[in-house]
């Protein structure tokens, strides 16, 4: 699951769906995550997600499963907090840490106003080459981190695959357009499915085939589903045209 340099869209989709409500001021929530690849299982995570007012927490852990588990044994934590905006989330602080197989790493994002102020790698990325598109200032404005990226405060089903999602996981900037799925690529579970686009804009090296697969020949779709009681919609499922085959994600209440 960490290998795949889809990340950033993988951990959009696969670590921000919430489950069905509480009625309580205080809600918590608590979904488990499958991610399969030719029927196969290769990863899994559960997240518990926490709002009270606009404010919102999610932490939880991951790992990879299956088949998966035997090339790539890899296992962590992720966590966000901050608020929901008119139009978007607006993330405070976001940390993820895993090891895969012997190597260990963190990373961890501060945000104010809505940009990002800080972020800390470790170990530090390598020097890049010419062919890397570097992140400049202006890309970190008005971002999104990938655990929270895919919550859609919005009040109805119309408005939530007319936009574009940004998203930043402390290396790769890139924007996810969704548009309306075409008739019959719809989810059943799902209130409505969306087309999605991946485009990159920076943090990634140019020519490199997988980015290419997604931003020119991927097919991905995303379901969402509206949160009870709240002007929210969350991903219930999504798949993921790779150069390896089809990463199907799908969430369910625990």
Not at 157 to 164: G, K
Request: with cysteine; aromatic share 8%.
């Amino acid at each position: 699951m960490a290998r795949l340099r889809a990340r950033t869209l993988v951990a959009a989709i696969m670590l921000a769906s919430i489950a069905s409500p509480l009625s309580a001021a205080r809600e918590s929530y608590r979904v488990q995550y499958s991610v399969s690849l030719f029927g196969l299982p290769i990863g899994r995570a559960v997240l518990e997600s926490r709002f009270e007012g606009r404010g919102f927490a999610i932490a939880g852990r991951f790992a990879s499963a299956g088949i998966a588990r035997i090339f790539d044994r890899t296992d962590g934590t992720v966590s966000v907090n901050g608020w929901m905006g008119e139009s978007a989330s607006q993330p405070k602080e976001y940390t993820l840490d895993y090891k895969s197989g012997r190597k260990t790493k963190k990373t961890a994002i501060r945000f104010a106003n809505g940009s990002v102020a800080e972020t800390e790698n470790r170990p530090e990325r390598k020097k890049r080459g010419k062919d890397w598109v570097p992140v400049a200032r202006e890309h970190l404005a008005d971002v999104a981190d990938p655990l929270s990226a895919l919550l859609l405060p919005v009040s109805n089903a119309a408005e939530v695959c007319r936009r574009t999602v940004k998203v930043y996981d402390g290396e790769t900037r890139a924007d996810l357009v969704l548009q309306p799925a075409a008739e019959g690529e719809t989810f059943s579970r799902a209130a409505v499915t969306c087309r999605a686009r991946f485009v990159p804009v920076a943090g990634y090296r140019k020519g490199h085939s997988s980015i290419a697969y997604l931003r020119d020949r991927s097919r991905i779709l995303v379901g969402f589903e509206a949160v009870e009681g709240r002007d929210l919609y969350s991903p219930v499922e999504a798949t993921i045209a790779t150069k390896i085959g089809t990463v199907h994600i799908r969430a369910r209440p625990m």
